[in-house]
């Protein structure tokens, strides 16, 4: 199994700035994706931001300017650096990844427990 374990969600004022970590633990063979996405209360996750193992990032539209995702493959962690964070950036943000293990066969999505962003006044 992969362990995905997030932190730096915390209750921050309109403009502020959050920076999210996860980190990956388990018998990880190779990580191809690591990404974050979040759910609000009483909607849909949605995806927020993912970077591949050789670099590429996506972000949605609604995402883009504030948001960037970075990652140490090396480490095994990616982080989300959040600005100009508004109340309804709000959401429970969740890590993920997919990988594969150490004698497993395929592909595998992995998701950490997630961490509480709150962005009131």
């Known amino acids: 199994q992969v362990q995905l374990v997030e932190s730096g969600g915390d209750l921050v004022h309109p403009g502020g700035s959050l920076r999210l970590s996860c980190a990956a633990s388990?018998?990880?063979?190779?990580?191809?994706?690591m990404g974050w996405y979040r759910q609000a209360p009483g909607k849909q996750r949605e995806l927020v931001a993912q970077m591949s193992s050789s670099g590429t990032m996506t972000y949605p539209d609604s995402m883009k300017g504030r948001f960037t995702i970075s990652r140490d493959n090396a480490k095994k962690a990616t982080y989300l650096q959040m600005n100009s964070l508004k109340p309804e950036d709000t959401a429970v943000y969740y890590c993920?990844?997919?990988?594969?293990?150490?004698?497993?066969?395929?592909?595998?999505?992995?998701w950490g427990q997630g961490t509480q962003v709150t962005v009131s006044s």
């Open positions: 388990g018998r990880i063979l190779s990580i191809y994706v």
């Open positions: 993920y990844a997919i990988a594969t293990l150490v004698g497993g066969q395929g592909a595998n999505n992995y």
